[in-house]
């Protein structure tokens, strides 16, 4: 029996994945879970396992298609799945997590009855209410009918476009409304477009003309989420920053003998590292960059634990996935959970829950060799740490100039959160440990 597989709901949000690459061909013959592919979403690569063993029977759509939620991605001929089932049972298909419950075996949603002239009011309210289903006033009550069945993508451009989905014909498979249909019905109805004015069209009117050999990126994937986020940090937080030059002359020789020392050296410390342990510490003095503005809530929420973003630059875009409880472990296991999601992340398998749930970041844009910069905040975090670049330079040095390593840490912070004066004991504390890795004594 010819059996499809849609595009699951991969959570936090997200409406439609790119198809990255497909491991598996028309007739090929796949075992349950087995990858058949990998869609990038809006934050992250991630692999598709087969929620059915038989042969593949069709796949449709190629690579580097963008696919809604809810559409079909590939056709698999599974062997036994048209025995007959007893009308009492319900038919079971393989269930992943996050693929929602199994569908039931009439073709249509069911609804509950009506129940009578009270549930006609409540259910009317809820038709009322809801942004699809919306009636317009002056319009005639329709018949009861079951709801326009669509995918959560195809509702929202419904009502982006205007469009009541009860007036939509169809042509999905079961009757189900895509985005083609929409689309279709939208440019059916819209108005006539006005004749254009006579006359010399002014400058603003005119299309921007590109130069031969130009290049023109798709903006989507982990580029196009990046661009929201940093957009609406920008508008929402009240950005502040605030820069301080360290000596950090002693935490290059601390790093350098756990690199000379064999029983640490396969943990590979840096001064990454260093700093993010100085990081967990500060904000243990500084809870109020550990925190999070509710607006709807009206509350400020401080985090019980430290949960460190770490900006990783990819191939795909600047991506920020977060070690968990960094401010429980101790360096060396931190700088080894660090090094892996940094590595898991240029790699582009870094899962949707890497890529949330951080409470305060680091961004380390020395490693281009800058020196310094102001970051911009991941959307609901206080503040972001940027490192500069390790330098010898003359520095001021008991009593004298001598050669030093300098770097410059750049603070970002949101306002509503952090006032001035937080945001210099913290970064002060963070620069007093870089200067004397001992002086992490004094916070342990």
């Not at 009240?238 to 935490?251: E, G, M």
């Not at 060396?332 to 305060?360: C, N, V, W």
């Not at 007093?432 to 342990?444: E, G, I, S, Y």
Request: charged residues 25%; aromatic residues 4%; hydrophobic residues 45%.
């Amino acid at each position: 029996m010819i059996t499809d597989f849609r595009l699951p709901d991969l959570g936090e949000g997200l409406v439609e994945a790119e198809i990255v690459q497909w491991h598996v061909a028309a007739g090929d013959e796949v075992t349950l879970n087995q990858t058949i592919a990998e869609v990038e979403t809006a934050k992250a690569v991630v692999e598709l396992p087969s929620p059915f063993a038989g042969t593949v029977s069709a796949i449709r759509h190629a690579e580097g298609d963008v696919v809604p939620v809810g559409e079909v991605l590939i056709s698999f001929d599974v062997e036994g799945s048209d025995a007959p089932v007893p009308e009492t049972a319900e038919k079971r298909e393989p269930n992943l997590v996050g693929y929602g419950a199994a569908p039931r075996s009439t073709a249509r949603p069911q609804r509950r009855a009506r129940a009578g002239a009270a549930g006609d009011a409540v259910d009317l309210a809820v038709r009322e209410a809801a942004p699809h289903d919306a009636i317009a006033p002056s319009a005639p009550e329709r018949e009861p009918r079951e709801r326009p069945r669509s995918t959560p993508p195809v509702r929202k451009l419904a009502r982006d476009l205007g469009v009541d989905l009860d007036l939509v014909a169809a042509s999905g498979v079961d009757g189900l409304i895509t985005r083609d249909d929409v689309e279709a019905y939208a440019a059916r109805t819209a108005p006539a477009t006005p004749e254009a004015p006579r006359g010399p069209v002014p400058p603003t009117a005119a299309p921007v003309a590109g130069a031969a050999g130009d290049e023109r990126i798709p903006i989507r994937g982990v580029r196009k989420h990046t661009a929201d986020a940093m957009v609406r940090s920008a508008f929402t937080a009240p950005h502040a920053a605030t820069f301080l030059t360290v000596d950090v002359t002693a935490s290059v020789a601390f790093v350098a003998g756990l690199r000379a020392d064999a029983r640490y050296a396969a943990h590979r410390v840096g001064i990454m590292a260093v700093a993010a342990k100085a990081v967990c510490l500060a904000l243990r003095r500084t809870p109020e960059l550990n925190a999070t503005w509710d607006d709807a809530a009206g509350e400020i929420v401080r985090f019980a634990k430290v949960n460190l973003g770490i900006a990783a630059a990819t191939e795909r875009g600047l991506v920020v996935p977060s070690v968990k409880d960094a401010g429980g472990m101790p360096l060396l296991e931190l700088s080894d959970a660090i090094r892996a999601l940094a590595e898991t992340a240029r790699a582009g398998k870094a899962t949707p829950a890497d890529l949330s749930g951080g409470t305060f970041s680091i961004t380390n844009y020395g490693v281009f060799g800058v020196d310094a910069g102001t970051p911009i905040l991941v959307p609901g975090e206080a503040g972001i740490l940027g490192l500069g670049a390790v330098q010898r330079r003359p520095w001021e040095h008991e009593g004298g100039v001598a050669l030093r390593d300098v770097m410059t840490l750049s603070l970002s912070f949101d306002h509503r959160l952090v006032d001035g004066a937080e945001a210099a004991r913290f970064l002060t504390d963070v620069g007093d440990v870089l200067r004397d890795p001992a002086r992490a004594m004094v916070f342990a």
